[in-house]
């Protein structure tokens, strides 16, 4: 079973930046998708991020435009940079991966993913 762990979480000031960073580990399969979701109170949860390994990605269209996400094939792990936060994006962000023979691909729409990390609280205070 595949584990992550997140880590880079905080808080910070209306208009600050944040990266998150998630190592995975266990990994048995060379093909992924990986992405970075988040949960705020009382919503339900939503994609941030995600990439494959193809290197395509795609962004939610909450933070689109303001985060970009990579990944380090070699260290196995999995980034979010975070610019201009608003106090609307204060949520619990997870980080998650499907690792497996078969191809994945962010651009075929919905990807069941079959492991998630613990979470870490991101605050914007405005």
């Known amino acids: 079973q595949v584990q992550l762990v997140e880590s880079g979480g905080g808080s910070v000031q209306s208009g600050g930046s944040l990266r998150l960073s998630c190592a995975a580990s266990?990994?048995?399969?060379?093909?992924?998708?990986m992405g970075w979701f988040r949960q705020a109170p009382g919503k339900e949860r939503e994609a941030v991020a995600q990439?494959?390994?193809?290197?395509?990605?795609s962004y939610g269209k909450s933070l689109k435009g303001r985060v970009t996400i990579s990944r380090d094939n070699a260290k196995n792990t999995l980034d979010l940079q975070m610019n201009n936060l608003k106090a609307e994006d204060t949520a619990t962000y997870y980080c998650?991966?499907?690792?497996?023979?078969?191809?994945?691909?962010?651009?075929?729409?919905?990807?069941?993913?079959?492991?998630w990390g613990q979470g870490t609280q991101v605050t914007v205070s405005s």
């Open positions: 266990k990994i048995t399969y060379s093909n992924f998708c």
């Open positions: 998650a991966a499907v690792f497996r023979f078969q191809p994945c691909r962010v651009s075929q729409g919905h990807v069941d993913y079959t492991s």
């Open positions: 990439i494959d390994s193809s290197g395509t990605t």
